[in-house]
């Protein structure tokens, strides 16, 4: 019989639930008991949602106190040495160090789970790195989903995309020296995991979608061929991108099932369905598992109905990837307009929607009729509403003429013109935008957004806060000011509720990292800016103060990637609509006198597609969009961007490609590492690399700032160099925000004496 499965499951709850549960573990307000229950009180709700939407298999190990990498690590015992911990014994509080550090020692390191925005934690590699299976709070798991009547499908991270997550901690280590040790752990977890009764055992290869060095794509064969020799089933997960490359290898594997994602890559299903091996299982990942619209579930069903054809009861059926990435349950969204609501579906919807695919397969599209018929219908509403397709968007885009993104002049023109009304000494002074984002500010805007102040209060509110921030920056000497943001709670959200075509959510939360989630907005529509959204605040700031202040926005980049995108138009597109409306605000900050603009884009790197191949075309269109966003200002404009936790080596090309007058980077902590790529680069532009880490509460010596401009100046010229903090300020407080700021000026101010 064909399955119907999920890869993972959101954990967070419905409400958030495990974010307050081990937030409340941290602050001691409940115990480990306390903790564990809540726990297991979640996955026992969600298996049971699993259960009553008619899944034949559930995910068990997708669950996680705070990330599934981090599980991997203590589930195959490969704890680092440092935090002197035993993985087999390990308390929830030395669990939640590894994640969180301490005194002592540092967290594990963080980054992005390949090309979402859901954040693992690195395991360190070292020569000595020891495995040992450590299966029993996965057994336990196992023994509450049984107990519930769920038929369990444990879920692990495959052994070699566990190994390239991590990172080599010894120079000259390489990370497949430590494979054999590796499987042998894998090879006694699946052993007992047989002994315990399981069937089937989902293994996530991910990295199978990434551009794989030839010896890694080799280690598959021997690797699997190892764990075959379980009785187990194995059903290999692959998911985020195309993985037809290795279609012959992956069909010649010892497993006994694949998983394709056939939203994100439906090219790649001939591949597979040439020549599929009979005895095999292929799943088919058909429901979006990383985004928020509903399925077409007639095209969706089509494409089952033929799979069927071929593979009878080896066809399973599940959404693209795990739905850790869906937020959880729509129904839930009272306030949203009901036209797209009707487009959408959450993580409870899209297992309702497997529930139909199997329906529909099994007793005939009839036995769906209603459910077809409402799926259609939304389909056409989404295709023809005029909210959705605007004419006068469509045809500015096509009127735009060849070259718009272009500056009239080149920068070194440019920068001529702006110095001669900048009249800046060298090295200039600025910040990165926000300033301390008091408890006051945010509850004056908490206070507005409900309606217990009107607009009049909360206006004089930010406006004080402007001129405080304003008159701080004039003391300290800095030389281009900003109004501090103290109006913003996020730079997304921001802009996103002030332009057509964006909604929001009330719960639509997921996972970012541990306890961290997000909100993303939703693209539905086109994209376009009704009216002014900054230029009011901005003029403000600049009437209190002869120094130039910046206008501040984010870039169409940043915002179409920190959003749920529409997905009946290219990314590409929608970037272009925001770059646009990003547009008309530059252009009326600039008709407002407001001639020094800072367009943020922290997310161009964290925007590459997954392969190599396809970081041309994205730096492209991405690139194009933001020198879209401040097309059309003089000359004497000078345009500011942002950019923060990057690594800009492989595309600096790119970056000089957006031709901004003023780039500020991210650079203390690799003391000024990064910033020497640019050097070796003739980065053409001025550059304002970061010289204090803003992450921290710790105020930079003097004498660091000194040793890091130093550095600086020896790869760029001093007269196109700024001075400035890592990024915003907005986590700090304002004791350390104004000394660190009066030690950056004060060092600044004696080196242009020497220069
Ligand atoms: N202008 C923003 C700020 O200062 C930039 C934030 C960011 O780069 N992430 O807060
Ligand atoms: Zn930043």
Not at 201 to 228: G, K, N
Not at 548 to 567: A, E, Y
Not at 680 to 700: A, K, L, Q
Request: glycine share 6%.
């Amino acid at each position: 019989m064909s399955h119907i499965h999920l890869l993972g499951f959101p954990r967070i709850g419905a409400k958030r639930e495990l974010k307050f549960l081990v937030e409340k573990f941290w602050k001691h307000e409940i115990d480990d008991a306390a903790l564990q229950a809540g726990a297991r009180e979640l996955r026992q709700k969600h298996w049971l949602l699993q259960k009553g939407a008619g899944l034949d298999i559930s995910p068990v190990g997708d669950f996680s106190l705070y990330d599934q990498v981090l599980d991997a690590q203590v589930l195959v015992g490969a704890i680092p040495r440092r935090f002197g911990f035993d993985a087999a014994n390990l308390s929830s509080a030395q669990y939640f160090q590894l994640a969180r550090g301490n005194q002592s020692q540092p967290a594990l390191e963080m980054t992005k789970w390949f090309d979402s925005n859901y954040h693992y934690l690195v395991p360190e590699w070292h020569a000595d790195t020891a495995f040992a299976a450590n299966p029993a709070p996965l057994l336990a798991q196992i023994a509450e989903a049984r107990a519930l009547g769920i038929n369990t499908k444990p879920v692990l991270i495959g052994p070699l995309t566990l190994l390239w997550l991590g990172k080599a901690k010894q120079a000259g280590l390489e990370r497949l020296s430590l494979l054999p040790a590796l499987l042998d752990a894998y090879r006694e977890l699946l052993a007992t995991l047989h002994a315990a009764g399981v069937e089937w055992v989902q293994i996530d290869e991910p990295i199978l979608a990434l551009d794989l060095p030839a010896d890694w794509l080799q280690a598959f064969a021997p690797t699997y061929a190892t764990l075959a020799a379980s009785p187990l089933h194995l059903l290999l997960a692959t998911y985020f991108g195309d993985v037809s490359a290795h279609a012959a290898l992956l069909k010649a594997l010892p497993v006994a099932g694949l998983h394709l994602d056939l939203v994100r890559a439906p090219q790649q299903l001939s591949a597979f369905t040439q020549g599929w091996p009979q005895d095999k299982v292929l799943s088919a990942g058909l429901i979006d598992g990383r985004n928020i619209w509903r399925a077409d579930l007639d095209a969706v069903l089509q494409q089952a109905e033929a799979l069927r054809a071929q593979l009878g009861d080896k066809l399973w059926l599940a959404p693209s990837c795990s739905l850790l990435h869906s937020p959880f349950d729509l129904a839930q969204e009272i306030k949203l307009d009901v036209d797209l609501k009707s487009w959408l579906a959450f993580a409870v919807q899209k297992v309702n929607e497997l529930k139909l695919l199997k329906r529909g397969l099994q007793q005939g599209r009839d036995s769906i009729g209603n459910e077809l018929a409402a799926s259609n219908f939304a389909r056409e509403q989404r295709r023809s509403n005029p909210r959705i397709h605007r004419a006068d968007v469509a045809q500015r885009l096509a009127a735009l003429p060849a070259g718009s993104d272009q500056r009239a002049s080149s920068y070194a023109v440019r920068a001529e013109v702006q110095a001669s009304w900048l009249k800046l000494p060298l090295l200039p002074t600025t910040t990165i935008g926000s300033f301390p984002q008091t408890g006051e500010i945010r509850a004056a805007r908490a206070a507005f957004k409900r309606g217990e102040i009107d607009a009049a209060n909360y206006e004089a509110a930010m406006k004080a806060e402007i001129e405080l921030v304003i008159r701080k920056q004039e003391a300290l000497d800095i030389d281009v000011l900003v109004h501090g943001e103290a109006e913003r709670n996020d730079m997304v959200e921001y802009f996103g509720e002030q332009l057509d075509g964006f909604a929001f959510t009330e719960y639509g939360w997921v996972q970012s990292y541990g306890s961290r989630c997000v909100k993303p907005p939703l693209i539905y529509g086109d994209v376009a800016r009704p009216q002014p959204m900054t230029v009011s605040w901005a003029m403000y700031a600049q009437s209190l103060t002869p120094r130039p202040v910046k206008g501040m926005l984010t870039g169409p980049v940043t915002i179409l990637q920190w959003s749920f995108v529409r997905n009946d138009l290219p990314r590409s597109a929608v970037c272009r609509q925001i770059a646009l409306a990003i547009n008309d605000e530059v252009l009326d900050l600039e008709n407002a006198g407001i001639k020094v603009i800072q367009i943020d884009e922290p997310a161009v790197r964290e925007g590459l597609p997954l392969k190599r191949g396809d970081w041309d075309a994205y730096l492209a269109w991405a690139g194009e969009a933001f020198r879209l966003s401040c097309a059309g200002v003089d000359d004497s404009t000078q345009i500011h961007t942002h950019m923060c936790y990057s690594e800009f080596g492989d595309i600096l090309p790119a970056i000089a490609a957006l031709d901004a007058d003023v780039i500020t980077i991210e650079t203390s902590r690799s003391d000024m590492e990064l910033l020497r790529d640019f050097g070796s680069f003739h980065y053409p532009n001025e550059i304002g690399p970061g010289v204090y880490d803003i992450h921290s509460p710790r105020i930079p010596a003097e004498h660091e700032l000194e040793n890091l401009l130093a550095k600086a100046l020896d790869v760029i010229p001093a007269r196109r160099l700024w001075v400035n903090p890592d990024c915003g300020l907005k986590t700090r407080g304002w004791p350390e925000v104004e000394a660190a700021l009066q030690s950056m000026v004060n060092v600044t101010k004696r080196l242009r004496q020497q220069l």
